[in-house]
């Protein structure tokens, strides 16, 4: 079973800058991707950025050019780097980690850490 669990959420300014980690309870190497969602109140659970096992990213159009999603395979943690903050990215942010399983892939999820971001 994998486990996630989420750090470096809080409040910043427009324009600052924060690091969320995921440290996971499996090697993230044998995990096919790692990734970041959010969902602010009364909005969908949305993507915000991915990465492979192969070291392959996507990220949200919202986000390109400001967020930044690495990991430390030796940590077994994930990061993401966010810079230039806008307060339209105020949300709860989601690790999430896709398995593959015989039956197809299954997702697990941490349980969240809040980013809120003053104008």
């Known amino acids: 079973q994998v486990q996630l669990v989420e750090s470096g959420g809080g409040l910043v300014q427009a324009g600052g800058s924060l690091r969320l980690s995921c440290v996971v309870s499996s090697r993230i190497s044998n995990i096919n991707r790692m990734g970041w969602y959010r969902q602010a109140p009364g909005k969908v659970r949305e993507l915000v950025a991915t990465?492979?096992?192969?070291?392959?990213?996507n990220y949200a159009d919202s986000v390109k050019g400001r967020f930044t999603i690495s990991r430390d395979n030796a940590k077994n943690t994930v990061y993401l780097q966010m810079n230039s903050l806008k307060p339209e990215d105020t949300a709860v942010y989601y690790c999430n980690a896709r398995a593959r399983h015989y039956l197809g892939d299954l997702d697990y999820w941490g349980q969240g850490t809040q980013v809120t971001v003053s104008s």
């Open positions: 990465i492979t096992s192969g070291g392959s990213t």
